[in-house]
């Protein structure tokens, strides 16, 4: 079965650009959750989204955003980038079903965004 | 407020030597637990699950166990290899997971 996967895997932006970045979850995975990872904040949440809605949501700007489609493929965008949010963008898939007490979370390669 | 502590932040240790990681929580709520590895500029690999009813989980050479009673969880990786050099993460499940800062190993040849 293939694992999580995450395009682009490297992208180099400047301040005041937006981004989209996409991830496909592992195949029956209905949960996809978008955290940030930094060296001084280390791994931070986003958002999680289930079923195309978003179900929980992290402490970040407005300017963070996402979707989901129908394939349980998602989006996630920056708008109006700052050197900040220069990051390693990491987008996990769980199954999250009721049937366990667990929702095991696999991530994938991430995405390294630089802002210039 | 840190939720998740892990302690040491670096570790280095000669091939061969056994390696023990702590994670540590604020709260004694009951959470499942989950281990990371994680290499440099990478995605993160899931080692190890341990649901909040179990002790411990073993896996080849790695055992985690979870103590809920003082909040603790500890990775055991027996007979260390350079390959085992990376940094480590545990994790509390909620609604999201809450990170430690993670333990950098390296594992001498």
């Known amino acids: 079965k293939a694992g999580v996967t995450q395009t682009p895997r490297y992208l180099i932006k400047t301040r005041g650009q937006q981004v989209t970045l996409s991830c496909s979850p592992i195949s029956g995975h209905r949960s996809v959750s978008w955290y940030q990872q930094t060296p001084g904040q280390g791994l931070q949440f986003l958002f999680e989204y289930f079923s195309e809605t978003q179900r929980n949501k992290g402490n970040f700007p407005g300017r963070f955003s996402g979707r989901q489609f129908s394939n349980s493929r998602s989006e996630m965008n920056v708008s109006t980038l700052e050197l900040g949010d220069s990051a390693l963008y990491l987008c996990?898939?769980?199954?999250?079903?009721?049937?366990?007490?667990?929702?095991?979370?696999?991530f994938g390669p991430g995405t390294r965004l630089t802002v210039l | 407020k840190q939720e998740v502590t892990q302690i040491p932040a670096a570790l280095s240790v000669p091939e061969g030597e056994n390696l023990v990681l702590n994670c540590s929580f604020t709260?004694?709520?009951?959470?499942?637990l989950q281990w990371f590895r994680q290499d440099p500029g990478k995605g993160l690999t899931s080692l190890l699950l341990?649901?909040?009813?179990?002790r411990e989980q073993t896996s080849g050479r790695l055992n985690a166990s979870l103590d809920k009673s003082s909040g603790r969880s500890t990775l055991y990786i027996a007979a260390s290899q350079p390959g085992d050099s990376a940094t480590y993460l545990c994790?509390?499940?909620?609604?999201?997971?809450?990170f430690g800062a993670g333990t950098t190993v390296t594992v001498r040849a």
């Open positions: 994790a509390r499940e909620g609604y999201k997971l809450s």
């Open positions: 341990i649901q909040s009813s179990q």
């Open positions: 996990a898939s769980s199954p999250w079903t009721s049937a366990t007490s667990y929702n095991e979370q696999f």
């Open positions: 709260d004694s709520a009951i959470y499942n």
